[in-house]
């Protein structure tokens, strides 16, 4: 798989299984779509970092703006009621986390301001939810209905080898089973975080290394689907940790940045992956377009299920 320039050959033997990809809509040059969240009648709602803005996109294909936000947004994910939770800053810089109603009104459910980089968030168990905060190095646990909120685990594999890097470290959170995954995209690392009984994290161990990942998904026999971002590509690691590429820059995947899998019947094999066209490592040729890309990962007689 091509390295860009300047970077670690991390996926230079990686083996390149290709799958069907269409793209589902273009946005200018200089989006950086960051998150996606998708409903169970299959709209899709993705965050446009910089403009703090939810984009909806129905069975049309058009994207609408669905709510606008005085500041920057990042992640996204559904209550069980409908509802969106959103994080990001408001505009004093305020690490912030805001509640989305089905009807675009935006109410700002918590501000954090002990928070340095809050980022994505995925549910845990009844009102519960964990967001990582990038350069704190931790993550948080959101009881979304009491609206409070607690650091549920800091550790150095969440975290940055130094306070002066970039790029994110914990970044991408999902469960699968009793386990919390969680991408440090810095240190190019997936970490298993074991959820005990009683809610609380156990150990965090490494699960795959030398692995550039951003945002991910798991299908139900635990496959996971990861966007490498600056790699411009999307991978599968297998639960004994077998990387191959699946999609690449020719795909649409220039920048990618996150994915989820569609929820309706007929649909559950599809992954659909937002990109910020390059924005933070431009490809030779300059920044592209951001993008929605749907990938057609789907196995005979193994039907997908979103994570």
């Not at 968030?121 to 009491?146: F, K």
């Not at 377009?289 to 193994?302: D, S």
């Amino acid at each position: 798989m091509p390295t860009p320039a300047g970077l670690p050959p991390i996926f230079e033997n990686t083996p390149v299984d290709l799958v069907p990809s269409q793209q589902i809509a273009a946005f200018p040059m200089n989006t950086f779509l960051e998150s996606i969240a998708i409903a169970s009648d299959n709209t899709l709602f993705i965050t446009n970092h910089f403009e703090g803005k939810v984009i909806r996109i129905g069975a049309d294909k058009i994207p609408v703006i669905h709510v606008e936000v005085s500041g920057k947004a990042t992640g996204l994910a559904f209550t069980p009621d409908g509802n969106l939770l959103l994080t990001g800053w408001d505009e004093q810089g305020t690490s912030t986390i805001f509640k989305i109603s089905p009807q675009g009104v935006v109410d700002t459910l918590l501000s954090v301001p002990e928070a340095m980089f809050l980022n994505g968030l995925t549910h845990l168990t009844g009102d519960y939810y964990l967001i990582a905060d990038s350069y704190r190095g931790a993550i948080w646990e959101l009881n979304a209905r009491q609206k409070t909120i607690r650091i549920w685990l800091e550790h150095p594999l969440l975290a940055r080898t130094s306070p002066d890097q970039e790029f994110p470290a914990v970044n991408g959170l999902k469960r699968f089973d009793d386990v919390l995954y969680a991408s440090n995209t810095q240190k190019q690392q997936l970490v298993r975080i074991p959820i005990q009984a009683n809610r609380q994290p156990g150990e965090p161990e490494i699960f795959v290394s030398q692995v550039n990942i951003d945002d991910f998904a798991f299908d139900r026999v635990g496959n996971l689907y990861g966007t490498t971002h600056i790699y411009n590509s999307v991978v599968k690691i297998t639960p004994d940790g077998k990387v191959s590429a699946i999609a690449q820059a020719e795909q649409g995947m220039t920048g990618s940045t996150a994915l989820a899998f569609g929820r309706v019947e007929g649909d559950r094999t599809g992954i659909y992956v937002v990109t910020n066209g390059g924005m933070s490592l431009p490809l030779p040729t300059g920044i592209a377009p951001a993008q929605v890309v749907r990938l057609e990962v789907g196995i005979e007689g193994l039907p997908l299920i979103s994570c």
